[in-house]
């Protein structure tokens, strides 16, 4: 609904309702041996049937009275508004089991209901209410602010709402005299931003005190309750405060495009788990607790390198660089590295008795929190890689001791996933009808945990199947071999998370190329009556240079795809 007051003054107003039904089933034949009941527990059980209804409504309404006004070389847009919005949704969930046979694979069929049937339900609303004025000068100066409250139920019945802001200014030099109408240099932009925003990232009820019914258990009274989840009125949202500053600039008749940004983030009040005594009956419960810092820039290149009548040829690209630091972590997240370590103490227990409890998940590095340190992380103890004289592997210990036994308490920062530089370019190639575009991914200065190395070479159970031949080709066999892995007859004892495994990761990946003929558009309007008539012949993943070397196809070969399509308009 649009309301045009005057010239410079607009109401408008807006109501949308979404509703969705949703069913699915999912059956497993008694014949299969996927069933949940094992054949010796009774044919009557065999069979399963998985049916999950449910349903969802939502609705938003807005309402905004919008200000325009031009005059002399003054630009002025005023606006303020109001938004409400709710999303209600709930599921159940059944699980029939006992089947006679493939054919008969209705509910009523079913022996019977395996456990209670469950059913989830969330409803959360959210009302808005916000500010926003921008202005330029002679389309030199620009300004602009926003502000805005936000409540939503999600939170706290004490920190329900809060207050939002940012402001940008811009200047357009290339509008200034000395500039202007210069085939040089068309456009240059200066501009640059600061803001406060918000988010929501849990479930709708995490701040609510809640109980569960017990409708199994009757009481003289009637049924029981118990306490299921601690609340906290006070839990508030997650803010981040962003900076940001740019450049944007266009030469040589709007042929080289280059666009530069710096950002700083600072995110706050991050919502954790607060771990508590067991003794309070919960052993964690939603609070605003750590900080998190995101610092970097992004650079972005377009060149039109040649254009005459027949052809057309671009470069373009991208880079960006992130840094990650945790600069406040939570009570509960300093217990977290505490179970982690515990975990890998049982395998490690284990290994000192020359025992090993044989479970894959002990290799696997586990992301852990520490203040300085990044949010990706590798965590592992550091290794001096296999003694040439007994086969065994030596490892670092944070202060500098060196020790054949890996210890949980040792593990530290051995590398980073995240890359210093990443991004994409590629070239965009048209000759008359014909046209070429080829993408390209890449990826350079990050670290990446070779996991395969440990389970398929490693710990690869040569008693069970084929293996790779470097299972025996570079192994440790006798006194003075410089060797990549350990001892062989130490197979049987899981590979812990060990820096030896650690590789720097770089690569460039053909991520998309389209090969295109369109047909004469006079000729085909002519004889077929279309506006647009295409051939194409696409393809991904073509080329794949790794520093780390791939192992693929490992669970299925792996298959190289091209498209053809045709793309027709009338």
Same mark, same amino acid.
């Given at each position: 609904?649009?309301?045009?007051?005057?010239? *410079?003054w607009?109401v408008?107003g #807006?109501?949308s309702?979404?509703?969705?039904?949703?069913?699915? /089933?999912?059956?497993?034949?008694?014949?299969?041996?996927?069933?949940?009941?094992?054949?010796? /527990?009774g044919g009557?059980?065999?069979?399963d049937?998985?049916?999950?209804?449910?349903n969802?409504?939502?609705w938003?309404?807005?309402?905004a009275?919008?200000?325009t =006004?031009?005059?002399?070389?003054?630009?002025?847009?005023?606006s303020v508004a109001w /938004?409400?919005s709710?999303?209600?949704s709930? @599921?159940?969930?059944?699980?029939?089991?006992?089947f006679p046979?493939? #054919?008969?694979? %209705?509910?009523?069929?079913? @022996?019977?209901?395996?456990e209670?049937?469950?059913?989830?339900?969330?409803?959360?609303?959210?009302?808005?209410?916000w500010?926003?004025?921008?202005?330029t000068?002679?389309d030199?100066?620009?300004?602009?602010?926003?502000?805005?409250?936000?409540?939503?139920?999600?939170f706290g019945?004490?920190?329900?709402?809060?207050?939002?802001?940012?402001?940008?200014?811009?200047?357009?030099?290339?509008?200034y005299?000395f500039?202007k109408g210069?085939?040089?240099?068309?456009?240059l932009?200066?501009r640059g931003?600061?803001?406060?925003?918000?988010?929501?990232?849990?479930p709708?009820?995490?701040?609510t005190t809640?109980?569960?019914?017990l409708?199994d258990?009757?009481?003289?009274?009637g049924?029981?309750?118990?306490?299921?989840?601690?609340?906290?009125?006070?839990?508030?949202?997650?803010k981040?405060?962003?900076?940001?500053?740019?450049v944007?600039t266009q030469?040589?008749?709007r =042929?080289?495009?280059?666009?530069a940004?710096?950002y700083?983030?600072?995110?706050?009040?991050l919502?954790n788990?607060?771990?508590?005594s067991?003794t309070?009956?919960?052993?964690?419960?939603?609070?605003?607790m750590?900080e998190?810092m995101?610092? &970097?820039?992004?650079?972005?290149v377009?060149?039109?390198?040649y254009r005459?009548?027949?052809?057309?040829?671009?470069? !373009?690209g991208?880079?960006?660089?992130?840094?990650n630091?945790?600069?406040?972590?939570?009570?509960s997240?300093?217990?977290?590295? $505490?179970?982690?370590? +515990?975990? *890998?103490?049982k395998?490690q227990?284990a290994?000192?008795?020359n025992?090993s409890?044989?479970?894959?998940?002990? %290799?696997?590095?586990? @992301?852990?929190? +520490?203040? &300085? $340190?990044?949010?990706?992380?590798?965590?592992?103890?550091k290794s001096?890689?296999i003694?040439?004289t007994t086969?065994? /592997?030596i490892y670092l210990?944070?202060? &500098?001791?060196v020790?054949?036994? !890996?210890d949980a308490t040792?593990?530290?920062?051995?590398?980073?996933t995240?890359?210093?530089?990443?991004?994409?370019?590629?070239?965009?190639?048209?000759?008359r009808?014909?046209?070429?575009?080829?993408?390209?991914?890449?990826?350079w200065?990050?670290? +990446?945990?070779?996991?395969?190395l440990?389970?398929r070479v490693?710990?690869a159970a040569?008693?069970? &199947?084929?293996?790779?031949? =470097?299972v025996?080709t570079?192994? !440790? #066999?006798?006194p003075g071999?410089v060797? $990549?892995?350990?001892n062989?007859?130490d197979s049987k004892?899981?590979t812990?998370?060990?820096?030896?495994?650690v $590789?720097?990761k770089s690569?460039?990946?053909?991520?998309?190329?389209?090969?295109?003929?369109?047909?004469?558009r006079?000729?085909i309007?002519?004889?077929?009556?279309?506006?647009m008539?295409?051939?194409e012949?696409?393809?991904?993943?073509?080329i794949?240079?790794?520093s780390?070397?791939?192992?693929?196809?490992?669970s299925y070969?792996k298959?190289?795809?091209v498209?053809?399509?045709?793309k027709a #308009?009338?």
């Amino acid at each position: 609904l649009n309301w045009y007051l005057t010239d *410079y003054w607009t109401v408008r107003g #807006q109501f949308s309702v979404n509703r969705k039904y949703s069913s699915g /089933e999912r059956f497993i034949d008694p014949l299969s041996s996927k069933t949940t009941a094992a054949p010796n /527990e009774g044919g009557h059980n065999l069979g399963d049937l998985y049916v999950d209804d449910g349903n969802s409504l939502n609705w938003n309404a807005n309402a905004a009275l919008y200000y325009t =006004r031009s005059f002399n070389k003054h630009n002025l847009n005023l606006s303020v508004a109001w /938004e409400a919005s709710s999303g209600s949704s709930d @599921a159940t969930n059944v699980h029939y089991r006992g089947f006679p046979s493939g #054919q008969f694979h %209705s509910s009523n069929y079913a @022996a019977e209901i395996y456990e209670k049937p469950s059913r989830t339900e969330g409803t959360s609303r959210m009302v808005s209410a916000w500010a926003t004025g921008n202005y330029t000068w002679n389309d030199i100066y620009l300004a602009d602010v926003s502000v805005r409250f936000d409540g939503s139920s999600a939170f706290g019945s004490n920190q329900r709402w809060a207050p939002f802001f940012s402001g940008g200014l811009g200047v357009n030099l290339h509008n200034y005299d000395f500039l202007k109408g210069n085939n040089w240099v068309n456009k240059l932009k200066v501009r640059g931003s600061y803001g406060r925003t918000g988010k929501v990232n849990f479930p709708s009820y995490a701040a609510t005190t809640m109980y569960e019914t017990l409708f199994d258990e009757w009481y003289a009274t009637g049924y029981g309750a118990v306490l299921k989840a601690l609340g906290n009125k006070d839990l508030t949202w997650e803010k981040t405060d962003k900076f940001n500053i740019g450049v944007e600039t266009q030469f040589f008749d709007r =042929r080289l495009t280059v666009e530069a940004d710096y950002y700083y983030e600072k995110t706050i009040d991050l919502v954790n788990d607060v771990s508590l005594s067991n003794t309070s009956g919960f052993s964690t419960y939603k609070s605003n607790m750590g900080e998190v810092m995101n610092k &970097g820039f992004e650079l972005t290149v377009r060149a039109d390198v040649y254009r005459n009548r027949d052809w057309i040829v671009a470069l !373009w690209g991208n880079m960006a660089h992130n840094t990650n630091k945790i600069l406040k972590i939570s009570d509960s997240q300093k217990a977290y590295n $505490q179970r982690v370590a +515990e975990f *890998y103490k049982k395998e490690q227990d284990a290994q000192n008795i020359n025992y090993s409890l044989k479970d894959a998940n002990y %290799s696997v590095p586990i @992301a852990q929190y +520490e203040e &300085g $340190q990044s949010l990706t992380s590798i965590w592992a103890v550091k290794s001096l890689g296999i003694d040439p004289t007994t086969g065994k /592997e030596i490892y670092l210990n944070r202060d &500098g001791t060196v020790s054949d036994k !890996w210890d949980a308490t040792q593990e530290v920062v051995v590398g980073n996933t995240e890359p210093k530089f990443n991004g994409a370019f590629g070239v965009n190639l048209t000759y008359r009808e014909w046209s070429l575009f080829a993408s390209f991914l890449y990826e350079w200065g990050g670290q +990446e945990y070779n996991q395969t190395l440990v389970d398929r070479v490693e710990n690869a159970a040569i008693e069970r &199947g084929n293996v790779d031949l =470097r299972v025996l080709t570079d192994r !440790w #066999q006798k006194p003075g071999d410089v060797a $990549q892995f350990k001892n062989i007859k130490d197979s049987k004892l899981t590979t812990l998370p060990t820096s030896r495994f650690v $590789q720097d990761k770089s690569y460039i990946r053909l991520s998309a190329l389209t090969l295109s003929y369109d047909f004469k558009r006079e000729w085909i309007r002519k004889y077929l009556g279309m506006n647009m008539l295409r051939l194409e012949a696409s393809s991904s993943d073509f080329i794949n240079w790794n520093s780390i070397r791939q192992e693929r196809g490992l669970s299925y070969p792996k298959s190289w795809k091209v498209n053809f399509s045709i793309k027709a #308009q009338f």
